[in-house]
């Protein structure tokens, strides 16, 4: 590794630790029932939740690519 490279934070690498732990397919589970969730929601008219719970799905399916990463590439 060159000297330049900047290391990770002990914060970001103490999280990277916990989140390690999660396996990946826990992501894409609570992501797939976050958007069965907002889809009931949304058949039973109500909107602005159903709107809510499915912005969920984006947040988590990024979580759980960068659990991925982090698994397969290592950190530090």
């Not at 990770?8 to 630790?17: D, F, L, P, S």
């Not at 992501?27 to 889809?39: D, G, K, N, R």
């Not at 809510?52 to 960068?66: E, H, K, N, R, S």
């Amino acid at each position: 590794m060159a000297q330049n490279t900047p290391k990770e934070g002990k914060m970001t690498v103490a999280i990277e630790k916990q989140t390690a732990k999660i396996p990946s397919g826990v992501y894409l589970t609570v992501a797939f029932a976050a958007m069965a969730a907002s889809l009931t929601l949304k058949c039973l008219k109500q909107k602005h939740t159903a709107l809510f719970v499915g912005q969920w799905a984006a947040p988590l399916l990024i979580m759980g690519l960068y659990n991925k990463i982090v698994k397969t590439e290592g950190h530090d």
